[in-house]
């Protein structure tokens, strides 16, 4: 690329951030979000995708219940959808129930407009002893314009205290706010530019640490993906993360299992030896 060309793009770039800054303004003063559906936040969800209320689980052929807690923002609050019923994280039991056989007891911690700082403070700690906790914030961090060292210090503070109350962690990027109909060019093209960012250091941390990390954030979208403000996800939007959330899940499970099944043949192989 020619110096001259560079130059340009850099003039172009630093033009559209103030401009990007004002559209911001504008969203906010027009923008009308989708309330938190009602509902219960929690629930159990059996293989044959019938719902019952908490606590309701039994162990079936294929074990106990497994608690599947989420903490989050809009995404995990359901934002978009008429009953909780129809948010993400049930959608997300109804899968892992059906793939595993199990009752999935579900139970989300969350709030609309919720930082990642906000999870780390107000809903982890109402978590303990889950067997699956997804983490799921990012999209308000964007909005807020809140540093990439801030969010790194938050998402790894999260996932460590995560790995104290949950058997398996599983995160998610943020979502495609860069797409959102509701917002204007140029803050959709910041955005862009911040969310590949923020899903570049989400990734890292999370790979230093083991954790899965579903980027939700690049994928295509199916047709009707956003509900009527268009700035959350459909039903049809929250199917389709709920399938990718779900295959990660189901993956981690699957191999615990395997690596379980190992060490109690090796644990009984090694008695066998021994007497």
């Not at 719902?51 to 809009?74: F, K, M, N, Q, Y």
């Not at 109402?126 to 807020?144: H, I, R």
């Not at 109350?165 to 917002?183: D, E």
């Not at 969310?195 to 954030?217: H, K, L, N, Y």
Request: hydrophobic share 45%.
């Amino acid at each position: 690329m020619s110096t001259f060309a560079a130059s340009g793009r850099s003039i172009r770039r630093a033009l559209r951030r103030p401009l990007a800054i004002a559209e911001a303004a504008i969203a906010r003063r027009t923008v009308r979000l989708a309330p938190e559906p009602p509902g219960e936040r929690e629930g159990v969800v059996t293989p044959d995708g019938a719902h019952a209320p908490a606590g309701a689980g039994i162990t079936r052929g294929g074990g106990a219940p497994l608690r599947l807690a989420a903490v989050g923002d809009s995404l995990i609050a359901g934002s978009g959808v008429q009953t909780q019923e129809q948010t993400l994280v049930p959608r997300i039991a109804r899968i892992v129930a059906a793939g595993t056989g199990r009752d999935v007891e579900w139970a989300t911690h969350a709030k609309l407009g919720a930082t990642m700082r906000r999870v780390r403070y107000r809903f982890l700690p109402e978590v303990a002893d889950a067997d699956v906790l997804f983490v799921c914030a990012g999209s308000n961090d964007l909005m807020a314009r809140r540093s990439l060292d801030e969010w790194t210090d938050d998402l790894a503070a999260v996932l460590d205290d995560a790995a104290r109350r949950g058997r398996h962690i599983v995160a998610c990027s943020a979502g495609q706010l860069y797409r959102s109909p509701a917002l204007m060019p140029a803050l959709r093209s910041v955005l862009r530019e911040w969310t590949d960012a923020q899903t570049d250091a989400s990734a890292v941390v999370c790979a230093e640490r083991g954790i899965p990390f579903v980027d939700v954030a690049h994928c295509d979208l199916d047709d009707g993906f956003w509900a009527d403000d268009g700035f959350h996800p459909s039903a049809a939007g929250y199917e389709m993360a709920a399938g990718m959330v779900a295959r990660v899940v189901l993956t981690r499970l699957e191999n615990c299992d395997v690596r379980d099944d190992g060490l109690r043949s090796a644990v009984a192989s090694t008695g066998r030896l021994a007497s």
